[in-house]
Every structure is written in structure tokens, then in C-alpha cells.
């Protein structure tokens, strides 16, 4: 019975490890990562590796997964930097930007939260 519950528990753990070291990676970058900027398209941070003692200073360009569709920043394209002004984060997991409209005159703010598909991976950003 002991070899039982010792086998139960081991099982148990070995899972919430697992589903833990999985959804640490998984978005939700700005719990893990501090001293996070932006200059044009690059996101800076210095991010916690996986034996969350050690930080490791990373960047990211978003300007490949991130467009500008009419004047809203959307993570359905790319290049977003070409047609939007002023870029900055509203805070420190939400992206800032006035985006060109279609008509091409027009300038509008807009938002993304960048936790819905930035990770830290082991102290580096990735996109997911």
C-alpha cells in the first residue's frame, strides 16, 4: 500500500510539474520578465530563466508578427512600424500606437496586449 501512495504522489507531482514548466512559456511574458521597453519595433526586457534565480537581458522584434489594419494594431500580419506613430507600451505588457487608417491621413490609438502571444522561454522572448 506505502509503494502505492508513493507511486500516486510521485505521479502527482511529476504532472504539476509538467502542466507548470508548459504554462510558464505559454504568453503571460510581462509575470516573469521586468525592465520592459520599447523602441521602435524591438521589445526589451530582462527576463527570468527557468531556475528563476538568474534574469537574462532579451529583445524581440514584433514588427514581424503585428500589423496595422486600419489604424488597429491586430497580431494578424506584419509590419505594423510602417504605418504607426508614437509606439510605446500604455503598460508594461500593452503596446501603444496612433496607426495610419486606410485613407491614409487618418491617425487613431490603438492597443494589443502583447501577454496573448509573447513568452519568456527560459529568459527569452519568443512569439507564440
Not at 22 to 45: D, K, M, P, R, Y
Request: glycine share 8%.
Amino acid at each position: 500500500m506505502l509503494k502505492i501512495c508513493i507511486a500516486f504522489l510521485c505521479t502527482i507531482f511529476l504532472t504539476f510539474n509538467l502542466v507548470i514548466g508548459n504554462a510558464w512559456a505559454v504568453g503571460q511574458f510581462s509575470q516573469t520578465c521586468e525592465n520592459i521597453n520599447i523602441n521602435g519595433s524591438i521589445l526589451t526586457a530582462d527576463c527570468e530563466k527557468a531556475n528563476g534565480r538568474t534574469y537574462s537581458a532579451t529583445s524581440i522584434d514584433l514588427n514581424p508578427h503585428i500589423a496595422n489594419i486600419d489604424g488597429t494594431l491586430s497580431w494578424d500580419g506584419e509590419q505594423f512600424a510602417l504605418t504607426c506613430d508614437n509606439i510605446g507600451l500604455a503598460a508594461t505588457n500593452r503596446l501603444r500606437a496612433e496607426c495610419e487608417k486606410a485613407d491614409g491621413q487618418t491617425y487613431i490609438g490603438s492597443y494589443l496586449n502583447l501577454d496573448e502571444h509573447i513568452a519568456n522561454s527560459n529568459g527569452t522572448l519568443k512569439y507564440e
